[in-house]
């Protein structure tokens, strides 16, 4: 009995299953399955350039492409030959102008920063460092403090970061007016 139950019901799992349906729903115009199989492709683990790839071949405009092209451009490590073939010429030298503009705007924002400095009663637990940096006994950064402004840098740094990235990729690759996927 268990087998007559579920002949005929499959479930797809993995993201070349949802990539054939999206596919077939694509070219019979299944706007319902085809908005299932891009949600289901997105929870799919898979490389930026696989993303970008989908993205282009059944045209996905969402926050999902969006987030592909920026991982690629803020990542360390340049693109691959692979990847740059797998891409295409002028999207691998797009995205290698984004990385370089990118790194010239970060680096520009880190150089500016300083660690503020907090008034306060207590005995300095950093007396070396306030005396040799000339600041009066009154005004020390306590250890807390500066592991807050620390955290606090770092948060900031990578929300200009990633929007700046994400503004960049959005012009050059015309994402604009991406909303989530249907």
């Excluded at 929870?43 to 999902?64: G, H, N, Q, Y």
Aim: proline share 4%.
């Amino acid at each position: 009995m268990q087998l007559l139950r579920s002949f005929g019901t499959y479930r797809p799992h993995t993201a070349e299953e949802w990539t054939s349906i999206l596919h077939l729903a694509t070219r019979w115009e299944f706007d319902d399955i085809r908005a299932l199989a891009i949600r289901e492709i997105e929870r799919c683990p898979l490389t930026p350039v696989e993303k970008i790839a989908l993205s282009r071949e059944f045209d996905i405009s969402s926050l999902w492409s969006l987030n592909a092209y920026t991982e690629l451009c803020e990542r360390p490590e340049a693109l691959t030959v692979q990847e740059a073939l797998a891409l295409g010429l002028q999207t691998t030298v797009r995205i290698s102008q984004l990385r370089e503009r990118l790194r010239k705007s970060l680096g520009k924002h880190r150089a500016s920063p300083q660690l503020p400095v907090q008034r306060t009663t207590k005995r300095p637990e950093h007396s070396f460092e306030n005396a040799r940096l000339g600041r009066p006994k009154e005004f020390v950064l306590d250890s807390s403090a500066r592991s807050r402004t620390l955290h606090s840098r770092a948060i900031l740094e990578k929300t200009l970061r990633f929007s700046e990235a994400s503004r960049l990729v959005t012009e050059t690759f015309g994402l604009g007016g991406i909303n989530e996927v249907v």
